[in-house]
């Protein structure tokens, strides 16, 4: 599975897999708890790693943390649950928590008319005893967008006390991240989430195979439930075609790209990785610059060859015999 994934991920991607099939998903499913648009999914204190589920119960534990891995793969979920954990559903209400988006939200000035006001805001002092007040929680989604300038100007509150503030940057790469801060952090890696633990977190079940292409989103399975077997239920589909009108109508229907629908089925095998000769014509029939100017006709007899080859090595890998004749002809 491991050495399909690698495959996969060769030649398409997460976002190029979510960028097309969110448009399709109905949106205003995200909550709200400063203010800001977040997901809805908050998790329980039992459900956090391990290292967040410490820091709760040590406060001499608690660092800056910078949260690394994949799109979904539950790094801004966990940081907003452990908000909530911290500070208690009513997070708002103390003024401790700062929600940022840093792609709109990445310059100097935001540092300077947001981010220091709010750290030195005494609206804790309402609620709370001198001391007794939990520490306040800035969460920087998308960080690695933030400018340079931005990045170094919370040296200053990088060296404070955990006790006062806790950063918290959210990315997906460590390569726009300011070497001199860098350190400051205490870098948790997130892998993609697995389809036992998604159904855990969202309460639907989602297949194996729809949680490995995607990665484990978590923002798409909860935006998408209606989209949670759609890969699986195409690739059965698909292997059970007959014909190459079936196969043709399957590949192009409505609502996937092609594309991402040729790149499932061409790197399901783990036991048979395509050739280059394959690969050469799954580029020809999917590449945007091609289609348009080929006649249905072709793509028809292009995608049938493809089929029959594929399925030729997976009855071969499995051990069956017999598989669908390939017309080596040009179509």
């Known amino acids: 599975m491991i050495e399909r994934l690698a495959y996969f991920r060769l030649f398409t991607t997460t976002a190029h897999l979510n960028n097309h099939n969110l448009d399709r998903c109905p949106q205003g499913l995200n909550s709200s708890l400063d203010g800001t648009t977040q997901?809805?999914?908050?998790?329980?204190?039992?459900?956090?790693?391990?290292?967040?589920?410490?820091?709760?119960?040590?406060?001499?534990?608690?660092?800056?943390?910078?949260?690394?891995?994949?799109?979904?793969?539950?790094?801004?979920?966990?940081?907003?649950?452990?908000a909530v954990a911290l500070h208690g559903k009513q997070t708002n209400k103390f003024a401790s928590l700062l929600f940022l988006n840093s792609s709109d939200e990445r310059s100097l000035d935001t540092m300077r008319q947001k981010i220091y006001p709010f750290v030195e805001s005494?609206?804790?002092?309402?609620?709370?005893?001198?001391?007794?007040?939990?520490?306040?929680?800035?969460?920087?989604?998308?960080?690695?967008?933030?400018?340079?300038?931005?990045?170094?100007?919370?040296?200053?509150?990088?060296?404070?006390?955990?006790?006062?503030?806790?950063?918290?940057?959210?990315?997906?790469?460590?390569?726009?991240?300011?070497?001199?801060?860098?350190?400051?952090?205490?870098?948790?890696?997130?892998?993609?989430?697995?389809?036992?633990k998604l159904q855990k977190i969202l309460g639907i079940h989602v297949p194996q195979l729809d949680s490995m292409y995607r990665c484990g989103d978590i923002r798409f399975f909860k935006q998408c439930p209606h989209l949670t077997k759609q890969i699986t239920k195409f690739l059965y589909k698909f292997h059970h075609a007959t014909n190459p009108d079936e196969v043709y109508q399957l590949a192009t229907e409505s609502g996937t790209p092609f594309r991402d629908r040729m790149t499932w089925f061409l790197f399901f095998h783990e036991s048979a990785p395509p050739t280059m000769k394959e690969l050469s014509l799954w580029s020809a029939i999917t590449a945007s610059e091609s289609q348009p100017y080929l006649e249905e006709s072709i793509v028809k007899g292009l995608l049938w060859k493809l089929w029959c080859t594929r399925m030729t090595k997976f009855l071969q890998v499995t051990g069956t015999e017999t598989g669908p004749k390939v017309d080596t002809s040009t179509p």
């Open 39 to 82: 997901m809805a999914v908050l998790l329980q204190k039992e459900q956090l790693s391990p290292i967040l589920q410490n820091m709760l119960k040590h406060p001499d534990a608690r660092s800056h943390m910078l949260f690394l891995g994949p799109p979904g793969s539950g790094k801004t979920t966990a940081a907003q649950s452990f």
């Open 122 to 196: 005494r609206m804790q002092s309402l609620f709370f005893s001198d001391g007794e007040a939990p520490p306040k929680v800035i969460i920087f989604d998308e960080a690695e967008t933030l400018t340079d300038q931005a990045q170094c100007a919370l040296r200053p509150l990088l060296q404070r006390s955990t006790k006062d503030v806790i950063i918290i940057f959210i990315c997906n790469s460590l390569s726009h991240i300011h070497p001199q801060i860098l350190n400051k952090f205490l870098i948790t890696p997130f892998a993609p989430t697995g389809s036992h």
